[in-house]
């Protein structure tokens, strides 16, 4: 079983930078592809970021190519997603995921509001 907890959300204005922190516990994630996800209010869940096991590869949704990053700390079993340039429309709530042996773990989600 894995337990995903997000920290990191809040309040920013248009162009601010915030950082989310995603810890995991009780597995491993180091040999798994890990991603962050994001639903804004009336919409579906969207793809935002994701990276491979060993960090090497990363790709992002065309909406937050160039603003965001995201990395991974396989040591400390934590994810993050740098979001630098946020606009109003990234405001939503924020989750992390893994895929593991055929199960979806989410966390239970930050919410990041970007404020015009």
């Known amino acids: 079983q894995m337990h995903l907890v997000e920290s990191g959300g809040g309040l920013v204005q248009t162009g601010g930078s915030l950082r989310l922190s995603c810890v995991a516990s009780?597995?491993?994630?180091?040999?798994?592809?890990v991603a962050w996800f994001r639903q804004a209010p009336g919409k579906e869940r969207e793809f935002v970021a994701g990276?491979?096991?060993?960090?090497?590869?990363?790709h992002y949704a065309a909406s937050v190519k160039g603003r965001f990053t995201i990395s991974r700390d396989n040591a400390k079993n934590t994810m993050y997603l740098q979001m630098d340039s946020l606009k109003p429309e990234d405001t939503a709530v924020y989750y992390c995921?893994?895929?593991?042996?055929?199960?979806?773990?989410w966390g239970q989600g930050t919410q990041v509001t970007v404020s015009s």
């Open positions: 995921h893994i895929l593991m042996n055929y199960n979806n773990y």
């Open positions: 009780g597995r491993t994630f180091r040999g798994h592809a």
């Open positions: 990276i491979r096991r060993t960090g090497g590869y990363t």
